[in-house]
T-cell receptor
Framework: AQKITQTQPGMFVQEKEAVTLDCTYD???????LFWYKQPSSGEMIFLIY??????QNATEGRYSLNFQKARKSANLVISASQLGDSAMYFC?????????????FGTGTRLKVLA | EAQVTQNPRYLITVTGKKLTVTCSQN?????MSWYRQDPGLGLRQIYY???????DKGDVPEGYKVSRKEKRNFPLILESPSPNQTSLYFC????????????FGQGTRLTVV
């Protein structure tokens, strides 16, 4: 079964420190994409970062990096130098491509609170 | 500006009164889908469409209908809403491949009383 697991319902981090949000996935597809989205309190879904299953290097986008460990089926999001504006819900998602449906499967989310 | 537009943003309705939530994208994306978001459950897919006139059920399709008559539009229809359909709904679109991000609408917060 295709599944995304986020085991941290909520996390706190001190401003300016780094934080890692965990994500593990389960799929039998060989080709898939992994994504992270941010949902602030206003509700919209903001795309943060993408990692392809065949990408050998970890993806980075500004202060966001994705720690991709294929053998462990994990795709953790690392936010460096946390800011107050990073307080939000974060969703990990996967899109298997070889199955042909291009479905996006989401985890249950991690609510991050950045402390001043 | 590339965007997915949902309407309305907020809706309170009564049980059994048919409603439609509209979704339109201007990126010429083939793939569109609807999700509902509930606390502790993340986003669950309701229906998706691979192209015009091609739709299929997601994980939680009961009580919902969709149509895809034009590439840009993908409305969500609740024929007889019930209180358990109170939720935050998102429309999303993407190009094929699974290697591009899904673009989301602003969300529709639906309350059924």
């Amino acid at each position: 079964a295709q599944k995304i697991t986020q085991t941290q319902p909520g996390m706190f981090v001190q401003e300016k420190e780094a934080v890692t949000l965990d994500c593990t996935y389960d799929t039998s597809d060989q080709s898939y994409g992994l994504f992270w989205y941010k949902q602030p309190s206003s509700g919209e879904m903001i795309f943060l970062i993408y990692q392809g299953s065949y990408d050998e290097q970890n993806a980075t986008e500004g202060r966001y990096s994705l720690n991709f460990q294929k053998a462990r089926k994990s795709a953790n999001l690392v936010i460096s130098a946390s800011q107050l504006g990073d307080s939000a819900m974060y969703f990990c998602a996967m899109s298997p491509t070889t199955s042909g449906t291009y479905k996006y499967i989401f985890g249950t989310g991690t609510r991050l609170k950045v402390l001043a | 500006e590339a965007q997915v537009t949902q309407n309305p943003r907020y809706l309170i309705t009564v049980t059994g009164k048919k409603l439609t939530v509209t979704c339109s994208q201007n990126m010429n994306h083939e793939y569109m889908s609807w999700y509902r978001q509930d606390p502790g459950l993340g986003l669950r897919q309701i229906y998706y469409s691979m192209n015009v006139e091609v739709t299929d059920k997601g994980d939680v399709p009961e009580g919902y209908k969709v149509s895809r008559k034009e590439k840009r539009n993908f409305p969500l229809i609740l024929e007889s809403p019930s209180p358990n359909q109170t939720s935050l709904y998102f429309c999303a679109s993407s190009s094929y491949g699974g290697n591009t991000e899904a673009f989301f609408g602003q969300g529709t917060r639906l309350t059924v009383v």
